[in-house]
């Protein structure tokens, strides 16, 4: 049987380093996510590059929020989930796509399920 080395018995001088370790950071508590309005959503498409959102990036997504004119929102049109952007106009409410093509709201087949609160950006591999 081959024995292990486990940290468990050392011998010598303790690291000062180890006085200034850290526990796992943990972001919930920050992010709200506690809360049961708050949802993880992970971008799957390119386009909002323009709005600061990256392919990969997770959307800290509020269903309880208002949802402001200008803001990105999760919008369901026709069945398909997505990332649109909320834009309205007097008592005209519409989701627009990163190409330009608005989707009015009024439509019955068309709706806001949650507003982006918050952008993380996990790792920065191949970012130019």
Do not use: N
Not at 8 to 14: E, K, V, Y
Not at 55 to 76: E, F, Q, R, W
């Amino acid at each position: 049987m081959e024995a292990r080395y486990d940290g468990g018995r050392t011998t010598g001088f303790a690291s000062p380093a180890g006085d200034s370790i850290e526990g796992v950071i943990d972001l919930s508590p920050a992010l709200g996510l506690g809360r049961p309005s708050r949802y993880l959503w992970r971008v799957h498409h390119e386009g909002w590059e323009f709005r600061g959102v990256w392919k990969g990036d997770i959307l800290v997504v509020d269903t309880a929020m208002g949802v402001p004119s200008g803001c990105l929102v999760i919008g369901t049109v026709h069945g398909d989930t997505a990332l649109y952007a909320f834009q309205r106009r007097g008592a005209l409410a519409h989701l627009l796509t990163p190409e330009g093509v608005c989707f009015p709201v009024e439509d019955t087949d068309i709706s806001v399920w949650g507003v982006v609160d918050a952008v993380l950006r996990v790792g920065m591999a191949g970012a130019v």
